[in-house]
């Protein structure tokens, strides 16, 4: 029955995606040695990731008023919001602190980001159980109960949290990934591009990455829910509170993570980096918000502007002139 669901499904993604679209595949690594964003895009071959940047200071010499290349500017960023988590004294990060930067870490580095990183940890260390600490322990093991097992919704606006969905993508191998969870992540789950629905979007790609659905039923699942995080976002973005950033920032990472090729995504990822306030971070500081929705919003921020700069190095003729 679910699987007549899901071929059902992927029908109706199918024929909503445009089928002039692909999906670039998420650029792997390669052997040459290099330090610094220039230097990763000027190589003939892949580079070893992460790429490890140069310090603040060396960068803030580079960009003087009016002569800050792009790249040194796009380095400068990312190291200035590593710096701000690194030092972040509001509160203690929390989990998803830890399994955010432990993906950032995976194609841009620095000493800011593995301090940020290992604050974060602690943290999420303490807690034996989740079994998202498999984003940066990846011979963590967990029994299905604790991946697979959850119920499944079925009817329509009923959701479970999302990460068991991640749970699951990210223990298929070892578990499975069942029928009704592709049903659930490519139908009910969806809010019209909401957290959701970029959490749909993020379950569903780390399943395929893991081996665990095929390129024909993920394709048009994907092309569908980046279509729907495309209608989204606003044509002009102007942020009234913290959280818009936030969710502004995942549609960008996750259609960048799952090989978008809807050139909007470049003037998205530039309309974020212009949002970047004068101390590195991402927010609006507005009265009644939670300070960790800065951090958040700062390290999703951080995590987009590097998978754009990921898919630069490895694919030139999207470059900008």
Not at 6 to 18: G, I, P, R, T
């Amino acid at each position: 029955m679910y699987r007549v669901i899901v071929s059902l499904l992927l029908l109706a993604a199918a024929a909503s995606a445009d089928a002039r679209t692909a999906l670039l595949k998420r650029p792997g690594g390669g052997s040459a040695a290099a330090v610094g964003f220039r230097a990763a895009l000027s190589t003939t071959e892949l580079p070893r990731w992460p790429i490890e940047m140069r310090s603040v200071d060396e960068l803030r010499k580079l960009c003087l008023p009016a002569t800050c290349e792009r790249w040194d500017r796009l380095e400068l960023a990312l190291q200035r919001a590593a710096q701000w988590m690194a030092s972040y004294s509001e509160g203690k990060p929390r989990f998803d602190a830890a399994v955010a930067l432990s993906q950032i870490r995976q194609t841009v580095d620095s000493d800011a980001l593995r301090a940020a990183f290992e604050a974060a940890r602690a943290i999420a260390d303490r807690d034996q159980d989740p079994p998202h600490r498999r984003f940066w322990q990846p011979d963590l093991q967990a029994p299905a109960s604790a991946t697979s097992r959850w119920p499944v919704p079925t009817a329509p606006g009923k959701r479970i949290g999302s990460n068991y969905v991640l749970s699951e993508a990210l223990f298929c191998r070892e578990s499975g990934w069942r029928p009704e969870t592709m049903v659930y992540v490519c139908g009910i789950m969806r809010d019209q591009g909401g957290y959701e629905s970029t959490h749909a979007l993020w379950g569903l790609a780390i399943a395929h990455q893991n081996g665990c659905i095929k390129d024909e039923d993920y394709a048009p699942c994907a092309l569908s829910l980046q279509e729907e995080l495309a209608k989204a976002q606003p044509l002009d973005f102007r942020p009234q509170a913290t959280l818009d950033i936030d969710l502004y920032a995942e549609r960008v990472l996750q259609s960048l993570l799952t090989g978008t090729t809807n050139p909007a995504v470049d003037t998205w990822a530039e309309t974020l980096l212009r949002l970047q306030n004068d101390d590195g971070s991402w927010g609006m500081g507005r009265d009644g918000e939670e300070p960790y929705y800065r951090y958040h919003a700062t390290m999703m921020s951080t995590w987009a502007a590097a998978e754009w700069y990921r898919r630069f190095v490895a694919y030139p003729q999207l470059r900008p002139r």
